[in-house]
């Protein structure tokens, strides 16, 4: 049975970044098992662990890939400070930025004159 047009159930989804409860579990059983010593020292291992273990004796390469695929194919980082600057401020600043790349640029090139000079 499908959602019928204007139907706002659920309109707003799941929020962005959330994982299922098995997925969020998979991730902290993986990231715990790759953060532990090499010794596996668990009293009562999870199957997971056990797998995980498992895999990294007996199969590293299909442990890697197993990691791979959990891993997210896109990584977006993003800098509130430079999110919140209004558009006068972002033209200053890379003004700012060209204007010290220029006097750096004149300054290396100053000091190669005088490397020059001084080898002559």
Sequence with gaps: MKFQPGNQLGAA????GARNKLAGTVYVEVLEFLTEP???QASEPTKLQALLLTLFREAPRDLARFIASILPKE????TSSVNELSDEELDRMIEMLRSRAL???EQ???DQVKRLEHVN
């Design 13 to 16: 989804g799941s929020p962005k």
């Design 38 to 40: 090499a010794v596996f």
């Design 75 to 78: 990584l977006s980082i993003e």
């Design 103 to 105: 006097a750096a640029r």
């Design 108 to 110: 290396q090139s100053l």
